[in-house]
């Protein structure tokens, strides 16, 4: 709205009160109720709403890493590994394939998975070999093994 | 000594197969009959893992792919993929620990268009504090096309 003058200023009132209540209606038209049609209930409606989109944002991002971690390990059960063991033996493989990928490729290409899981296991069997050492007794006069005879 | 419970580890022993047998082998077998497969070009659709962008997508050729920035590359330059990260196709996979060579795969794909997106509102407020923020945000957004996925027959 132009006002040309102070006086004139003082005096002037809202002309453009249609297109105010219209901009906060029109992101209410599709709830439920009178508070698509009412503005006095459709301005606290949306007002919730956008505060709530504004919060789910950034759950989003957890909803989904935790639905992909459940798609994962349903997947690796299938094949005959938990899931734990699946992506710490797959990082110490040195594939950094992130849960996403994962999951997706769990879905699409079940052949690829079953490969991705087959070297997971092979890499936790080689990390228990390697856990268990030679096999030999320690050194040293205190961590000595004292063999009884019966 | 007497067996007791800390004899043996909980885990069930496993045989695993001998280190340098199993080179000769992989090296043999399974390296020859994948270049094979390459070379005779016996593969259906291949797909790819790529990390671009600092996302990692799994695409295929004819695929779009949305990018939540700005890329400093005008609309229909073609851009070449080099973080592959998994190639595959029906038969074979070639998994990259963690990336695969250049001379190995090659990822093409073209800009084409470049927008914002849609005016994303943040709202915050907090009841009986008169505290309220409104922005609205339309971050730019770049469009890909894959073109092409292709492997070539240098493994080792």
């Given at each position: 709205m132009v006002v040309l003058s102070a006086a004139r200023w003082v005096r002037s009132r809202l002309s453009d009160r249609f297109w105010r209540v219209q901009e906060v209606l029109k992101n209410a038209?599709?709830?439920?109720?009178?508070k698509n049609r009412c503005y006095k209930l459709a301005v606290r409606s949306v007002r919730r709403a956008f505060v709530r989109s504004t919060k789910a944002r950034k759950e989003k991002k957890r909803f989904l890493r935790a639905l992909w971690i459940t798609r994962i390990e349903a997947a690796s059960l299938e094949h005959g590994l938990k899931y734990p063991a699946f992506i710490s033996n797959l990082l110490k493989s040195q594939v950094e394939l992130n849960r996403k990928v994962l999951a997706d490729l769990a879905i699409y290409e079940p052949k690829t998975f079953k490969s991705l899981a087959a070297l997971a296991q092979r890499r936790r069997q080689e990390g228990f070999l390697a856990a268990l050492g030679d096999g030999k007794e320690p050194e040293g006069i205190f961590s000595r093994i004292v063999h009884q005879h019966y | 000594v007497a067996k007791t419970?800390?004899?043996?580890?909980p885990w069930p022993e496993v045989k695993l197969p001998d280190p340098v047998e199993e080179a000769k082998y992989h090296a043999a077998e399974v390296v020859r009959k994948v270049n094979g497969l390459i070379s005779a070009g016996e593969y259906g659709r291949l797909f790819a893992v790529v990390h671009f962008a600092s996302k990692q997508w799994k695409i295929t050729s004819e695929d779009l792919i949305m990018i939540d920035n700005i890329l400093e590359a005008e609309c229909g330059d073609r851009i070449r993929m080099e973080k592959v990260l998994l190639v595959g196709a029906d038969d074979f996979t070639l998994i990259g620990r963690p990336l695969l060579g250049k001379d190995l795969v090659r990822v093409e794909a073209t800009v084409i268009e470049k927008t914002e997106s849609w005016p994303k509102v943040n709202v915050h407020f907090w009841r009986r504090h008169n505290f309220q923020r409104k922005k609205i945000i339309a971050n730019p957004q770049t469009v890909l096309r894959i073109n092409s996925i292709e492997i070539y027959p240098c493994l080792s």
């Open positions: 038209r599709h709830f439920r109720g009178r | 419970s800390l004899t043996s580890p």
